[in-house]
């Protein structure tokens, strides 16, 4: 299975889920979700994601290559505690956390995401369009029908590229993950806390 998905920062978030709650079927809204990103320092071409949710935690494996198109797999997990143990043990070490909210939305073969990121990292609110394909093919079609989309129904023109991207997410790397436990992530999850902060 792959993924195509393009991103970017949003200045006007309101603005964003006005258009599309016009047009678009919501999916999940208001939805809480943390994920905690692994990586193993010996062969560092794949993140591992521990996503929790309140009705949901699942593992996936997505590798890291250059483009929009990433090969991705994902599984349910039951007791993500232990999962989160039994990577660290393994050798693997967290890349970073990324408490969000987020408001899922459908349109024709398009998910699309609005993500509020809650930690104290200064960063915008992102809105991601994706889509899963089988095969990889020819996905530069693909990735065109939804920069189109972005432009024409949302209005959104400046993606993120690569490089952006990982300014973003270096930002996200340093800061100190030890300050907040699993129960901490899990009670935010299932809003009996409200914010998590990580020290820098």
């Known amino acids: 299975m792959y993924e195509v998905e393009l991103r970017t920062l949003l200045e006007d978030f309101d603005s964003a889920k006005e258009k599309l ?23 560092d071409d794949f993140d591992l994601r521990l996503k929790l949710r309140k009705n949901r935690n699942f593992l996936s494996f997505k590798e890291l290559s250059p483009g929009n198109t990433k090969k991705e797999f994902e599984s349910d997990v039951s007791d993500p505690g232990a999962v989160y143990e039994m990577l660290l043990k393994s050798g693997f070490k967290i890349r970073m956390i990324i408490p969000r909210v987020k408001y899922t939305y459908k349109h024709g073969k398009f998910e699309i995401l609005l993500n509020r990121i809650i930690h104290n990292i200064p960063v915008l609110p992102l809105i991601e369009v994706e889509t899963v394909i089988d095969e990889k093919g020819d996905t530069k079609k693909i990735e065109q029908e939804i920069r189109d989309f ?10 993120l590229d690569d490089e952006k991207l990982g300014e973003i ?9 030890d300050s907040v ?9 299932s809003h009996k806390k409200d914010d998590l902060k990580f020290s820098g």
């Open 169 to 177: 997410n270096q930002e996200g790397r340093e800061m100190n993950f």
């Open 21 to 43: 709650d016009f047009f678009a079927k919501p999916v999940r809204l208001n939805e809480r979700e943390v994920t905690i990103f692994f990586h193993n320092p010996q062969k």
């Open 150 to 159: 972005m432009k024409n129904k949302l209005n959104l023109k400046n993606l």
């Open 181 to 189: 436990s699993m129960g901490d992530l899990l009670d935010f999850v």
